[in-house]
């Protein structure tokens, strides 16, 4: 059996949804409500130490890490294949994806947890919010949800966040003018990995997306949006979230305000 224990359709737990529809492959979603910190309940922290989501758990054994789940996918399930069988290819998907992982994400989550988190935490009752940061298990991650509640990142901080967006774009931009895909002619986990962090920079960076800094990747992401596996994805989204549109925050903060 396989279950993806995952939050909304964007970020981190988008590209392992994405990967698991574009395969085929039934999996059970278990669904971890981040805004009521779901992720740092002993039985989940159980499973994953570092109290994130997403993780799969296939047959029992727990696989961590989104770009690593995804690998482990492509390896266990090979038929729908998103891994270029050409070598040099193949390196450009994983270099693809490590700047995402260490450059895209970090600085593209900066922005939504300033901007879309930060309404959401400051209305915590301070003796509850004390008691959820207990029990997070990594250290940076209570830093950043103790920043945010303060709204406390500095435009300095943000303004690196932006420079990093705007490197990475650049890169999409070179590697879009020669093939359809990121690391070549063929679709792979390089588009997949890099999807939700771009789709989250057409709301959280809109000054910068337009068609004199992006206009292939303004493309490529049509092409990813149109793509079955997306949309499928999408629709297991509890707020009806959707391609620019991430609702979940704006109605919590709502609710517990
Ligand atoms: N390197 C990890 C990062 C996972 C991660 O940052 N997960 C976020 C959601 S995208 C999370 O669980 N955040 C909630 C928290 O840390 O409290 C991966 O790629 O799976």
Not at 29 to 39: A, G
Not at 107 to 125: E, Q, T, Y
Request: glycine share 4%; proline share 5%.
């Amino acid at each position: 059996m396989l279950e993806l224990y995952h939050y909304e359709p964007y970020a981190n737990s988008m590209k392992c949804m994405v990967c698991l529809k574009e395969k085929g492959i039934d999996f059970v979603s278990r669904y971890v409500d981040i805004l009521k910190f779901e992720q740092h309940e002993p039985s989940f922290v159980a499973l994953n130490p570092n109290g994130q989501v997403p993780i799969l758990v296939h047959d029992g054994k727990v696989i961590v890490e989104s770009t690593v789940i995804n690998e482990y996918l492509e390896d266990v399930f090979p038929q729908v294949r998103l891994r270029p069988t050409d070598a040099y290819e193949r390196h450009r998907m994983r270099v693809i994806s490590k700047w995402n992982d260490e450059i895209l994400m970090p600085s593209v989550s900066m922005l939504g947890w300033h901007s879309r988190f930060h309404p959401f935490a400051k209305n915590i009752d301070e003796k509850e919010f004390q008691q959820r940061m207990r029990r997070v298990p990594l250290y940076e991650i209570r830093e950043k949800w103790e920043t945010t509640r303060k709204g406390a990142f500095t435009e300095a901080q943000l303004n690196e966040s932006r420079r990093k967006i705007r490197w990475m774009i650049a890169r999409m931009e070179e590697a879009l003018s020669d093939s359809k895909w990121l690391a070549g002619p063929e679709y792979s986990l390089a588009d997949i990995n890099t999807y939700p962090q771009i789709e989250g920079v057409t709301r959280l960076y809109k000054e910068f997306w337009n068609e004199k800094n992006a206009a292939r990747s303004i493309e490529w992401l049509a092409r990813m949006n149109e793509r079955p596996a997306v949309k499928a994805a999408f629709a297991l989204s509890r707020f009806s979230n959707a391609p620019g549109q991430a609702r979940d925050a704006d109605k919590t903060a709502r609710a517990t305000a």
